[in-house]
Structure formats: structure tokens, C-alpha cells
């Protein structure tokens, strides 16, 4: 079988150098790969000419629906994945974390774009920043889809994953996607991609796929581009540090393999809930996918006294460790994904071996099950113990990218913190312990070298994600020897493939170009309440203000009684003469209750709910005998797609709400969310 790119909106094989691929379990052929030798400047300018404006033209909302969409196409055709995935030597469990795991990152991120970005072409950024004395020169940042296309070149071990997770924020941001796996798995992307071009939910070309090296391709790249890189930090350094990269200021995340590390808190003992949850967390980490993961534990760090313990309890466990094919049941791991890299693993191994004690030796004497063992790509779990390792810094500079960790003693809190830090910038790092001063030292004395860190305790345990989780809301990536990128992090990385600019001007100005009004705009009125109008009829900057109502101490007293606020400020003649205020004032939520009564329309009409309120500020104190006045306006409009169970075709209206007293000064700004009906269909 012939693994093929797909460029240019066909399917091809290379012409270049040829790799044969083989099942890490059985060592049977899956297939050939052939590097494309030409042609890397055609297909990077087919992604930009011919799916970048069709990506751009689509609101970021409906960006988010098609990924929603392949979302479900793909996972109709999960065990078409699974199949294929258990020749890569991956288990049931490891393969639900590549393909289901990397399914659902999609779904998250719809939701997150859905959520929190308005459904127009570009992004909104933070509030208007006033730059005059008058507020007729003002500052806001937008972000627009950059106009090249995103190159993603990933890592081998989680080839489904490791790409959705790039390529869904990419697509969402507007920018199409190229897409090289690591070359020993290329054949599961490769089904996956196929799936995708099937599917055709996105516009042609927005996702292409290179199996075999990128050749030339770097040379092609223009400002306009975006790179990520999964994989180990010497290639991401070679790559980074390409001519054309550094020349064109061309972005490039990396993401590295890391010395990732554990710490036992000095509180733990034996007979602890969180002995036993981290002796499990490591058992896990080091199996999980062989040990193949970019985050899993390579340094177990315990106190001095816990050492032995700890050790006995690590090699009882991962001595329960069933070994074998992954089809079989009751195998918990697989092979690593071919002989080459289990060569790497074990020569690593030998270089840890070097003063430090091998307490379980995972090169031989070890079973597998429904395969010999002199099959396939196997080694089981290899736990050494470093007694110096202030010392033997080997430990802390070598990984071995396999079942393979390291256990270390130390002495202090001081000293944990120093080995932390001796791997030089992880991806991630984990924290056991149910005391909270020794959590609250341990992850500020160590965050600044770590993209990511976990406290698990008995009150989480059962819902933790665990150690090596990245997650689609929260950052992934570290310092340093971790490759100094972020990527996932929620908004940040749909962001990361936009040009932030700041854009400065008159609030009329700024209000056309940004869809959302600005204070000090020009607005609108007409004899029709806004309350009135369907979504598509009513303007940004369309504003009603309404008529008067003075504040009494009845009011005060009937709200009080009503709502059971009796607060002293409220009620209390004499303490509220020596308060903040010097004299009664009315409530705040009164303030609010009563400008509702004046801009609400009491009629029926396309307004079905009130949707929220954001951003609420109490400016100044409304006192018994004060005038109030509401000027509402209509500052921001987000289109909804109708779900199946939706009674109405409906948008969201973000109105400005600013209540004044009778000397026209503010007393209360914010902002107000209402359901309205749409005419329009989807």
C-alpha cells in the first residue's frame, strides 16, 4: 500500500525517498511512503489563493459549525481509526486518547469559539482604550485571519490528536491548514485526512497533508505563514532556525519533549490516599502509549525517607503490567511504534544505567500476550533510582522516550524546587499532596519552569484528568527545553493564526469598522422602541432614551422589604451619616430594577428574554430625592444558529446601558444581554 499526500486537491505519491512502514506489533508491512520532491510552492499557494478567501468569508461562528460537523463525520467513523491504530502497537485506552480525544478537542473548541467570540469575520480584543481629553480620539485592537496558511508539522505518537488539536483552532481562526505527521504512523493521519476530503464540509484546499519530509518547503514560506512543531527539541531547534523562518519573522511554536516530574509532598505517608493515587499516576504515565507521550513522568521525585517505599511500590505495580498485543484482552500496553525506536529507548536506558540503580529492568525476561515476543517493537517498564541527583545531571538532560523513568530522593521543599528545575522547562508537572501550604510553595516555586502543573489530592482524584492531559481550554506547551510555545489555551490558540492590530480614531470611526458601539458615537433614534424590532432590523448605535423617575424613601422601603436588603446604608439614619456615603442612598440592584421599568417596552413583541448582564458598575450613590434617566443603545449584535430543539430563529443583543442622575451624571454603567427573534432563516 501506497501512503500518499494530498495537495493541490488530489491524492499523489512522492517521487522521492521511499520508507517502508511496518506493524509494531507483528512486523508485517502496512505500506510505503514516497517524499514529494517538487511542488511545495504550488501547494502552499493553493491553500492561500484558493481556500484562504473562501475561509475568510465565513463568520468565525460558522467556521466553528463546520468543525462541529467534521467533528461528528469523523467520530461516525471512529473505529475505522481504532483499526488502523492498533498496527501503531496502541492499545484500546491509548487509542481513545488520539482518536476520541482529538474528536473531542474539536467539539471543545466550537463551543469555545461559539461562546466566547461575536459571529463576525474577525475578533473584538479587550475594551476601548480613551486617548484624549475628550473622548474624541480613541484605541481598541482587532484581529484579523492572517492570509497565508498554517503548517503543522507533528510528532509520531499521537497522529490523530496531535494534528486536530493544531489544525481546529487554525481553520476557526480562517486560515487553511498543511499538515506533515511524523513519517513511522503517517498512515492514521492519512485516514483521517481521507475522511476529512470525503467529508467535504470545508471549502477545497483548506486542508492538505504531507507524508514524507516538507523538502523545500520552508523556503516558500512568507509573513503571511504560520509554523507549530510538535517533536524533539533538537529537530524544533534545527527547523526554528531556518533562514527563511527568521528572515520573514514567520511565527513558529515549538512544542518538545521535556523532562516532566512528580513530587511526593513531605506530608504523604504510605498509609495516604495520595500514596497511593501517585504510584498510580506514574504507573500510568510511563505505559500509557509505551511511554510515548511528550508529557509523561521521566523524573519521580519523594522524600528521602519515602524513597524505598515508593520504589517497592512502583515495581509491584508495573510488574501487574500486561505486555502484548494490543488486540488481546487484558493488555494494558502495546509496542513502542517500530524497532528503530526501541533501539533509541534502549540505548537511552544504558546511558541512565551509568551510577545509577536499574530497579526494574523492562529489556528482557518479560511476556507478552497473543504475540512472541521476538515480534513486534516491545519492552516493558524500566524503573532506575538516582541516589545523587544534584550531582548525576544525566537524569536531568536525557530522556528516554519509552516506559522509562527515573526515581530521586530529596531532602527539603528547597530542594525539590532545585531538581524541578534542573530539566530546564517542562511541559508539565505534578504535584501530590493534601496539605496546602506544601501545595501553594511547590507550584510557585516551580510554575516558572513549567507550561503546566497539577495539584491531585483524594477531594480530585476521581475526576482529575491526570498528569499528562493537555486540555482544550488551558495552555499546552512549557519553557526552554520544552520549546518555549503554547499551544490549546482556549481563545489563545485561534488567536495565535491572527494579526492583532491596533486601530485608532473617532468612536464613530471605530464603531463602523468593529460592529459595536462605542461611547461618544454618533447614535440613532426613531419613534419605534428598539424593543420592538427583530434582530436584523435593528442598527449598532440605535439608542432610546427614556423618560425621568425620582427616587423616594418609599421606593427604599418597599425594595428593602421586598428583597430582604435591609443594609444599614439603606435604613440606618445615623450609621449611614458616618458612612462612605454621609446619608441614605437607595440600593443598587433598585437602581437597576427601576431603569428596567424605564427602557422596557411592556408589550409583546420580538424580544423573548433577558439574556444576562455583564460588566456592571456603581458610579456614584443615587439618594433619596434624585432624578434618574436610562439611555439604552444598541451595542452589539451575535447572530445564533437555530439547534433542532429551538422553537425561534434567534441573535443575541448586547445593549449599552448607562443611568444618569439630574445633573447628568452617571450612577450606574452596564451592560444588558436579550434573546431576540430573528425573521431570517439559517
Given at each position: 500500500?501506497?501512503?500518499?499526500?494530498?495537495?493541490?486537491?488530489?491524492?499523489?505519491?512522492?517521487?522521492?525517498?521511499?520508507?517502508?512502514?511496518?506493524?509494531?506489533?507483528?512486523?508485517?508491512?502496512?505500506?510505503?511512503?514516497?517524499?514529494?520532491?517538487?511542488?511545495?510552492?504550488?501547494?502552499?499557494?493553493?491553500?492561500?489563493?484558493?481556500?484562504?478567501?473562501?475561509?475568510?468569508?465565513?463568520?468565525?461562528?460558522?467556521?466553528?459549525?463546520?468543525?462541529?460537523?467534521?467533528?461528528?463525520?469523523?467520530?461516525?467513523?471512529?473505529?475505522?481509526?481504532?483499526?488502523?491504530?492498533?498496527?501503531?502497537?496502541?492499545?484500546?485506552?491509548?487509542?481513545?486518547?488520539?482518536?476520541?480525544?482529538?474528536?473531542?478537542?474539536?467539539?471543545?473548541?466550537?463551543?469555545?469559539?461559539?461562546?466566547?467570540?461575536?459571529?463576525?469575520?474577525?475578533?473584538?480584543?479587550?475594551?476601548?482604550?480613551?486617548?484624549?481629553?475628550?473622548?474624541?480620539?480613541?484605541?481598541?485592537?482587532?484581529?484579523?485571519?492572517?492570509?497565508?496558511?498554517?503548517?503543522?508539522?507533528?510528532?509520531?505518537?499521537?497522529?490523530?490528536?496531535?494534528?486536530?488539536?493544531?489544525?481546529?483552532?487554525?481553520?476557526?481562526?480562517?486560515?487553511?491548514?498543511?499538515?506533515?505527521?511524523?513519517?513511522?504512523?503517517?498512515?492514521?493521519?492519512?485516514?483521517?485526512?481521507?475522511?476529512?476530503?470525503?467529508?467535504?464540509?470545508?471549502?477545497?484546499g483548506s486542508i492538505q497533508l504531507i507524508c514524507g519530509s516538507v523538502g523545500d518547503l520552508f523556503d516558500h514560506l512568507t509573513e503571511q505563514d504560520v509554523v507549530t512543531f510538535t517533536g524533539s527539541a533538537s529537530t524544533g531547534q534545527m527547523l526554528k532556525a531556518h533562514k527563511n523562518i527568521i528572515?520573514?519573522?514567520?511565527?513558529?511554536?515549538?512544542?518538545?519533549?521535556?523532562?516532566?516530574?512528580?513530587?511526593?509532598?513531605?506530608?504523604?505517608?504510605?498509609?495516604?490516599?495520595?500514596?497511593?493515587?501517585?504510584?498510580?499516576?506514574?504507573?500510568?504515565?510511563?505505559?500509557?502509549?509505551?511511554?510515548?507521550?511528550?508529557?509523561?513522568?521521566?523524573?519521580?521525585?519523594?522524600?528521602?525517607?519515602?524513597?524505598?517505599?515508593?520504589?517497592?511500590?512502583?515495581?509491584?505495580?508495573?510488574?501487574?503490567?500486561?505486555?502484548?498485543?494490543?488486540?488481546?484482552?487484558?493488555?494494558?500496553?502495546?509496542?513502542?511504534?517500530?524497532?528503530?525506536?526501541?533501539?533509541?529507548?534502549?540505548?537511552?536506558?544504558?546511558?541512565?544505567?551509568?551510577?545509577?540503580?536499574?530497579?526494574?529492568?523492562?529489556?528482557?525476561?518479560?511476556?507478552?500476550?497473543?504475540?512472541?515476543?521476538?515480534?513486534?517493537?516491545?519492552?516493558?517498564?524500566?524503573?532506575?533510582?538516582?541516589?545523587?541527583?544534584?550531582?548525576?545531571?544525566?537524569?536531568?538532560?536525557?530522556?528516554?522516550?519509552?516506559?522509562?523513568?527515573?526515581?530521586?530522593?530529596?531532602?527539603?521543599?528547597?530542594?525539590?524546587?532545585?531538581?524541578?528545575?534542573?530539566?530546564?522547562?517542562?511541559?508539565?508537572?505534578?504535584?501530590?499532596?493534601?496539605?496546602?501550604?506544601?501545595?501553594?510553595?511547590?507550584?510557585?516555586?516551580?510554575?516558572?519552569?513549567?507550561?503546566?502543573?497539577?495539584?491531585?489530592?483524594?477531594?480530585?482524584?476521581?475526576?482529575?484528568?491526570?498528569?499528562?492531559?493537555?486540555?482544550?481550554?488551558?495552555?499546552?506547551?512549557?519553557?526552554?527545553?520544552?520549546?518555549?510555545?503554547?499551544?490549546?489555551?482556549?481563545?489563545?490558540?485561534?488567536?495565535?493564526?491572527?494579526?492583532?492590530?491596533?486601530?485608532?480614531?473617532?468612536?464613530?470611526?471605530?464603531?463602523?469598522?468593529?460592529?459595536?458601539?462605542?461611547?461618544?458615537?454618533?447614535?440613532?433614534?426613531?419613534?419605534?422602541?428598539?424593543?420592538?424590532?427583530?434582530?436584523?432590523?435593528?442598527?449598532?448605535?440605535?439608542?432610546?432614551?427614556?423618560?425621568?423617575?425620582?427616587?423616594?424613601?418609599?421606593?427604599?422601603?418597599?425594595?428593602?422589604?421586598?428583597?430582604?436588603?435591609?443594609?444599614?446604608?439603606?435604613?440606618?439614619?445615623?450609621?449611614?451619616?458616618?458612612?462612605?456615603?454621609?446619608?441614605?442612598?437607595?440600593?443598587?440592584?433598585?437602581?437597576?430594577?427601576?431603569?428596567?421599568?424605564?427602557?422596557?417596552?411592556?408589550?409583546?413583541?420580538?424580544?423573548?428574554?433577558?439574556?444576562?448582564?455583564?460588566?456592571?458598575?456603581?458610579?456614584?450613590?443615587?439618594?433619596?430625592?434624585?432624578?434618574?434617566?436610562?439611555?439604552?443603545?444598541?451595542?452589539?449584535?451575535?447572530?445564533?444558529?437555530?439547534?433542532?430543539?429551538?422553537?425561534?430563529?434567534?441573535?443575541?443583543?448586547?445593549?449599552?446601558?448607562?443611568?444618569?442622575?439630574?445633573?447628568?451624571?452617571?450612577?450606574?454603567?452596564?451592560?444588558?444581554?436579550?434573546?431576540?427573534?430573528?425573521?431570517?432563516?439559517?
Amino acid at each position: 500500500m501506497k501512503i500518499q499526500s494530498y495537495v493541490n486537491g488530489q491524492w499523489c505519491s512522492g517521487d522521492g525517498r521511499t520508507q517502508q512502514l511496518f506493524n509494531a506489533v507483528n512486523d508485517t508491512l502496512v505500506g510505503e511512503v514516497s517524499s514529494l520532491t517538487t511542488g511545495f510552492d504550488a501547494l502552499l499557494d493553493y491553500g492561500r489563493t484558493k481556500a484562504g478567501p473562501a475561509l475568510r468569508k465565513l463568520t468565525i461562528h460558522q467556521r466553528a459549525e463546520m468543525i462541529k460537523a467534521l467533528a461528528k463525520y469523523l467520530l461516525d467513523r471512529k473505529e475505522d481509526f481504532y483499526r488502523i491504530s492498533y498496527l501503531t502497537g496502541a492499545t484500546k485506552g491509548d487509542s481513545w486518547v488520539d482518536i476520541e480525544g482529538g474528536i473531542g478537542t474539536m467539539f471543545s473548541y466550537s463551543g469555545i469559539a461559539r461562546r466566547e467570540l461575536n459571529n463576525d469575520t474577525f475578533i473584538v480584543e479587550g475594551p476601548v482604550e480613551p486617548l484624549s481629553k475628550n473622548g474624541t480620539f480613541v484605541g481598541r485592537h482587532i484581529l484579523t485571519s492572517k492570509e497565508g496558511v498554517s503548517v503543522h508539522i507533528n510528532a509520531f505518537n499521537f497522529p490523530i490528536w496531535g494534528m486536530l488539536e493544531k489544525i481546529t483552532p487554525s481553520l476557526i481562526a480562517g486560515v487553511p491548514v498543511v499538515v506533515k505527521p511524523g513519517s513511522v504512523t503517517c498512515y492514521l493521519t492519512e485516514a483521517v485526512v481521507k475522511a476529512m476530503v470525503e467529508s467535504k464540509i470545508f471549502p477545497e484546499g483548506s486542508i492538505q497533508l504531507i507524508c514524507g519530509s516538507v523538502g523545500d518547503l520552508f523556503d516558500h514560506l512568507t509573513e503571511q505563514d504560520v509554523v507549530t512543531f510538535t517533536g524533539s527539541a533538537s529537530t524544533g531547534q534545527m527547523l526554528k532556525a531556518h533562514k527563511n523562518i527568521i528572515a520573514k519573522s514567520i511565527p513558529f511554536t515549538m512544542e518538545a519533549d521535556s523532562l516532566n516530574c512528580c513530587i511526593l509532598a513531605p506530608d504523604v505517608n504510605v498509609e495516604d490516599p495520595e500514596f497511593d493515587l501517585y504510584i498510580k499516576e506514574i504507573v500510568r504515565e510511563m505505559t500509557t502509549k509505551a511511554g510515548q507521550k511528550c508529557t509523561a513522568i521521566r523524573r519521580i521525585f519523594a522524600p528521602e525517607n519515602m524513597t524505598e517505599a515508593v520504589g517497592e511500590a512502583l515495581k509491584a505495580r508495573l510488574l501487574k503490567t500486561t505486555i502484548g498485543d494490543p488486540t488481546q484482552e487484558g493488555v494494558r500496553m502495546g509496542a513502542l511504534v517500530g524497532k528503530s525506536q526501541r533501539d533509541d529507548v534502549v540505548s537511552v536506558i544504558e546511558q541512565l544505567s551509568q551510577g545509577n540503580e536499574v530497579l526494574l529492568s523492562g529489556m528482557e525476561n518479560f511476556k507478552t500476550i497473543g504475540i512472541n515476543s521476538d515480534k513486534g517493537s516491545f519492552l516493558a517498564p524500566t524503573l532506575l533510582q538516582c541516589f545523587d541527583p544534584l550531582t548525576n545531571t544525566n537524569v536531568h538532560d536525557i530522556e528516554a522516550f519509552g516506559p522509562v523513568s527515573t526515581l530521586m530522593p530529596y531532602t527539603d521543599i528547597e530542594q525539590a524546587l532545585v531538581l524541578a528545575k534542573l530539566g530546564k522547562g517542562s511541559l508539565a508537572g505534578s504535584v501530590f499532596t493534601y496539605n496546602k501550604d506544601h501545595a501553594r510553595d511547590l507550584i510557585l516555586g516551580a510554575a516558572s519552569h513549567h507550561g503546566r502543573m497539577l495539584v491531585i489530592d483524594r477531594d480530585c482524584a476521581r475526576e482529575s484528568t491526570g498528569h499528562g492531559s493537555p486540555l482544550a481550554n488551558l495552555v499546552h506547551g512549557g519553557p526552554g527545553r520544552a520549546g518555549g510555545g503554547e499551544e490549546l489555551g482556549g481563545v489563545r490558540a485561534i488567536k495565535h493564526y491572527m494579526q492583532r492590530t491596533a486601530i485608532q480614531g473617532s468612536p464613530s470611526s471605530l464603531m463602523a469598522i468593529t460592529n459595536e458601539y462605542v461611547k461618544g458615537a454618533t447614535t440613532t433614534e426613531d419613534r419605534i422602541h428598539p424593543f420592538k424590532k427583530y434582530f436584523e432590523e435593528l442598527q449598532i448605535g440605535e439608542s432610546l432614551t427614556t423618560h425621568r423617575r425620582t427616587v423616594t424613601e418609599a421606593d427604599i422601603v418597599n425594595f428593602g422589604c421586598l428583597s430582604g436588603d435591609h443594609f444599614y446604608a439603606h435604613f440606618d439614619e445615623i450609621a449611614a451619616k458616618d458612612s462612605f456615603f454621609g446619608q441614605r442612598v437607595a440600593h443598587g440592584y433598585f437602581v437597576i430594577a427601576a431603569a428596567a421599568g424605564l427602557f422596557v417596552d411592556p408589550g409583546q413583541g420580538p424580544v423573548i428574554a433577558n439574556y444576562g448582564i455583564d460588566n456592571l458598575r456603581f458610579v456614584e450613590p443615587v439618594l433619596i430625592g434624585d432624578t434618574i434617566q436610562v439611555k439604552l443603545t444598541a451595542k452589539r449584535k451575535i447572530k445564533k444558529s437555530k439547534r433542532p430543539d429551538d422553537k425561534y430563529h434567534t441573535g443575541i443583543v448586547v445593549w449599552d446601558i448607562e443611568v444618569t442622575n439630574q445633573h447628568g451624571e452617571a450612577v450606574a454603567i452596564y451592560d444588558i444581554l436579550t434573546l431576540v427573534e430573528r425573521q431570517e432563516q439559517d
